[in-house]
């Protein structure tokens, strides 16, 4: 079925470093690739998304990267703060009303 | 917060017993669903609902049903607990202007002991 690898599982940075985190899905057919943030005992907040008909959106310190070739897709975060620090999960899906297939997260640890 | 409910917040219940979630939503969004939160799983999608009365299983639906008989309402049914039915339970509903986006509920805490 349907998969979507995220890495890295953890990631720790300085205050102020930038911050990667890397997907890779199967469905050729995903067009939709949305972002979320999951603070410890809260819902996922979405943070950022890009469809396949775009290869880069930028929103602040934060921006996501996609290569349809390659089917993957980035989220790159920059001058990080302490605040960055979540869980944050990539997703792949298609049109409305299908399911999104998640990643397993990645934990972010910002320190100052 | 897409004007998402869910109750009960958290549940403690015993295996073998019967567990329903409600989710309610007061934008009239047509999709739904139902997914599942589990340490190093990530969301997993159990039920989805694309309009009163239409439903369809997603990639973890055994053990589980749902019910959509209102728009605004969409629950979740455990028929008999399992321990292996603990975890966080979030219901999101699908918005936004193409309707791909997925907006989350706070989740249930639901521990089957």
């Known amino acids: 079925g349907e998969n979507v690898e995220q890495h890295p599982s953890t990631l720790s940075v300085q205050e102020g470093d930038s911050a990667v985190i890397k997907c890779t899905y199967s469905d050729s057919a995903s067009n939709y690739f949305p972002w979320y943030k999951q603070e410890l005992g809260k819902r996922p907040q979405l943070i950022i998304d890009?469809?396949?008909?775009?290869g880069e959106k930028k929103d602040q310190r934060i921006a996501v990267t996609l290569n349809k070739t390659a089917k993957h897709f980035s989220l790159h975060i920059t001058e990080t703060q302490p605040e960055d620090s979540a869980v944050y999960f990539c997703?792949?899906?298609?049109?409305?009303?299908?399911?999104?297939?998640f990643g397993k997260g990645t934990t972010l640890s910002v320190s100052s | 917060d897409a004007g998402i409910t869910q109750s009960p917040r958290h549940k403690v219940t015993e295996t073998g017993t019967p567990v329903t979630l409600r989710c309610h939503q007061t934008?009239?969004?047509?999709?739904m669903y139902w997914y599942r939160q589990d340490p190093g799983h990530g969301l997993r999608l159990i039920h989805y609902?694309?309009?009163?009365?239409?439903?369809d299983k997603g990639e973890v639906s055994d053990g589980y049903s749902v019910s959509r008989s209102k728009t605004e309402d969409f629950l979740l049914t455990l028929e008999s607990a399992t321990s292996s039915q603990t975890s966080v339970y979030f219901c999101?509903?699908?918005?936004?202007?193409?309707?791909?986006?997925?907006?989350f509920g706070p989740g249930t805490r639901l521990l089957v002991l």
């Open positions: 934008e009239n969004h047509r999709y």
């Open positions: 890009i469809r396949s008909n775009v």
């Open positions: 997703a792949a899906g298609r049109q409305a009303g299908t399911a999104l297939i």
């Open positions: 999101a509903i699908s918005a936004g202007g193409t309707g791909e986006t997925q907006y």
């Open positions: 609902s694309y309009g009163v009365k239409d439903t």
